[in-house]
């Protein structure tokens, strides 16, 4: 079955960085577009950015583009998102998803990684 | 990019329907049949009810049903069971590669 793990989260001061991973499993990892989407605190969903299945395009949320970068390597099924001069408002649960083409639909959600900006 | 509209809360007793609106403009839900939904319960991932207006995946019961008219995007829970309560998002390709969602409504079965 379809596993999506991310992990890198934690507590980081305001202008620190992070990198958040996405171990893929369960199904061809090089066939899906692949997403990162989160949800601050009692609030809804924010998508945050897009990679294609190859890697070769990259699509990011106005609010974070030019600090967070999105990648992948398919040798690892791994998918990342390195996020730099993080803010308060950064604060949110991240999950990674795969979307079976270009931004199609969202297909598998992971169950999330909670990041934090606090000083 | 803005937000798309959805409710914050819809209720309903069991066995009834409920039908939960997601507005938008013709950038984004009027403009494109890329309108998705999706069921998200506390503490849980979001998961994949409806996709591209109205298909549903496999596994998906055939209580849930979407539809779209002109900017706003529905989805309708028929016959409705106590492991429907749940918060519900729709999200929509917005042109130019941009995803929007809503800000979820939380439906309570009575």
């Known amino acids: 079955q379809v596993q999506l793990v991310e992990s890198g989260g934690g507590v980081v001061q305001p202008g620190g960085s992070l990198r958040l991973s996405c171990a893929a499993s369960g199904f061809t990892f090089s066939d899906y577009g692949m997403h990162w989407v989160r949800q601050a605190p009692g609030k809804g969903l924010e998508w945050v950015a897009f990679i294609r299945y190859d890697g070769t395009n990259k699509y990011y949320a106005d609010s974070v583009k030019g600090r967070f970068t999105i990648s992948r390597d398919n040798s690892k099924n791994t998918l990342y998102l390195q996020m730099n001069t993080l803010r308060p408002e950064d604060t949110a649960v991240y999950y990674c998803a795969n979307d079976p083409g270009i931004f199609l639909y969202i297909d598998y959600w992971g169950r999330g990684t909670r990041v934090t900006v606090s000083s | ?110």
């Open chain 2, 1 to 110: 990019q803005s937000a798309l509209t959805q409710p914050p809360s819809a209720s309903g007793s069991p066995g009834q329907s409920v039908t939960i609106s997601c507005t938008g403009t013709s950038s984004d839900v009027g403009g494109y049949n890329f309108v998705s939904w999706y069921q998200q319960h506390p503490g849980k991932a979001p998961k994949l009810l409806i996709y591209e207006v109205s298909n549903r995946p496999s596994g998906v019961p055939d209580r849930f049903s979407g539809s779209k008219s002109g900017n706003t995007a529905s989805l309708t829970v028929s016959g409705l069971q106590a492991e429907d309560e749940a918060d519900y998002h729709c999200s929509s390709y917005a042109g130019s590669k941009y995803l929007v969602f809503g800000g979820g409504t939380k439906l309570t079965v009575l």
